[in-house]
């Protein structure tokens, strides 16, 4: 009995010092975040990013909260696309990052809700490399460093200027580390934690299931090429087959409308451009992020070279991270490492897209059909493209998030190389600590992005006066398509239905009222209007919109030229009985509907 419970009072000081330095790792990840994304964390009237996007998750996050709370399908909202409504199973939705926003904006405001997620995914995605690496065998201080890399890697920089769905990137590694166990390890827990993992990044973005999909299949293929044991292999292959069940049960609200859909003969969901314009420049990976502090202004010439935006193609893995990641390539040949590096290179090439290209080039080479001439160089993204999952996917440059969770874990075998260098045992402690500062100061130097950039949260007076109208009504706005993200930020404080919309995949009933009545048609799209194009506005009368419950037009006339706001006001002014102006501050002037 006193040989038991010394064993339990051991266990215990074990596990409180485990818990310690678990503890100690998050909190220093956290205050790294708010330090290299200043000033997010002390914004007032601002959230990271350059808006449209950033405003489109700001709504997200209300519209999922007012979904809990109503007992409405959180999958379709009435708020956008009045008065039709809007199915949001196929759009770019982040429903896990919205539920934690959930408690923050009961205690807090909207924009501040979302800073805090936005911020945490920095520090969670830090510690889930950091765990994976410590359970792969580094050090504490090694395995910070591999933590240190994926957490403030230039892709995760890149989106978290308003991709909220991709910067919930702390999944990614844990899930890695729980299949890896389950594979490892026959405990029965392991494949419920990692489908738990796998299902929490279902609720966040599905690129991110295709590639963790992606990484368990090379997993298990190559523990079986490996292992070469029957009965090892068979208990694997249960193991990994529970845990994909137990995702799907988790998971099917979600996944079943989006394979009906998938599998109709005329989905909208499949894209078939883009595949090349939004994948990876080779070039892209060795040449720093814009948002760098020193280097960012010098290389924006050779951005402009590559396809898509400068967002997708951020894929700069860092020097650091290629150093010691070819470090342990060429100087380790254990099976984990070999495994990590067909990783990288699988992950990187599928980045690629279909074709390779260099500095925005092209690169072609002799084709040996004749008559041809030069052909592009082909890969394995041109099938995969075709195929009905990989054809939802078609920003390739996405799956260099793997790319850097290779790097980090292939860096911290680098550096653990490094520090098992050390000739002396009593040097080792101090060769560990001296080599992981410098390492770190390169990590945080090379991917340095002070001052982070924000944009406003302000709202015009007269949504806030909306806010507190009871009655229940609609709104149209006047501007342009790019701007409808942060109308329906404005949304979150008028609590008003709006006849715009906008999501990343458009139902096309979604479009019927907008489409086939002539006034909503010619209001919404009025930027479309070429200058010194003939509009024939017989007929139109936006008085009839009162029949739809639409009370005000608002119209945005920075957005707009001239004759574009002639146009409008011209409508106006014939209206039956008038439309008369409510409000008007700067270039927002608001029209009310007479019923």
Known sequence: GHGDSVKLRQDKIEWLSRFRVKAVVLATYAVLTIIFTYPVAFSANAIP?????????????????????????????????????????????????????????????????????????????????????????????????????????????????????????????LYALFFIKTIRENKRLNPVIAALFLSITAFCDFYYVIYLVTLSVLLVAYYFWTERQQESFAGILRRTALTFVIFVGLTLPLLFPMFQELLSGSSYMYNPGGFSTYSADLLAFVVPSQLHTLFGSEVSSIYQHFTGNFVEQTVFIGYAGLVLSA???????TREVRLWALALGIFLVLSLGPVLQVNGVVVRVPSAIPYIGKAPVPLPYYVLMHLPVFSIARVTSRWDVMVMLCV??????????????????????????????????????????VPYPTVTTAVPAFYQKMGTDPQDYAVLEVAPHESTEQMMYYQTISHKQLVNGYVSRTPP?????????????????????????????????????????????????????????????????????GAPVVYEEGPMIVYAINK
């Open 327 to 333: 470090l342990a390539i060429i100087r380790l040949r």
């Open 49 to 173: 990013g350059l808006g449209g996007d950033g405003y489109w998750f700001l709504w997200d996050f209300w519209a999922f909260k007012n979904a809990i709370f109503t007992h409405t399908n959180p999958l379709y909202t009435s708020h956008i696309y009045y008065p039709i409504g809007v199915n949001l199973a196929f759009s770019t939705t982040a429903f896990f990052n919205a539920a934690l926003s959930i408690p923050l904006q009961l205690i807090w405001d909207l924009p501040h809700a979302y800073i805090f997620v936005w911020l945490m995914s920095f520090a969670l995605s830090g510690y889930g490399a950091f765990a994976l690496m410590r359970y792969l065998g580094g050090s504490t201080k090694v395995a910070f460093i591999s933590g240190l890399i994926f957490m403030l890697c230039p892709y995760h920089f890149a989106h978290a200027l308003g991709h909220m769905n991709l910067i919930a990137t702390a999944w990614i590694p």
């Open 509 to 577: 009933g979604s479009l019927e009222f907008i489409e086939t009545e002539p006034v909503v048609r010619l209001l919404i799209n009025i930027q479309e209007i070429k200058p010194g194009a003939a509009v024939n506005t017989t007929g139109l009368d936006p008085s009839v919109l009162a029949r739809y419950n639409i009370k005000y037009v608002i119209v945005h006339r920075e957005d707009l030229t001239q004759q574009q706001i002639n146009l409008v006001q011209a409508l106006f002014d014939k209206a039956s009985k």
């Open 408 to 449: 980090s874990v292939l860096s911290g075998y680098g550096l653990q190389y490094l520090v098992s260098r050390s000739h002396s045992p009593g040097r080792v402690v101090r060769t560990e600590n001296v080599l992981c500062l410098v390492v770190a100061g390169l990590i945080l130097f090379e991917f340095l992005s």
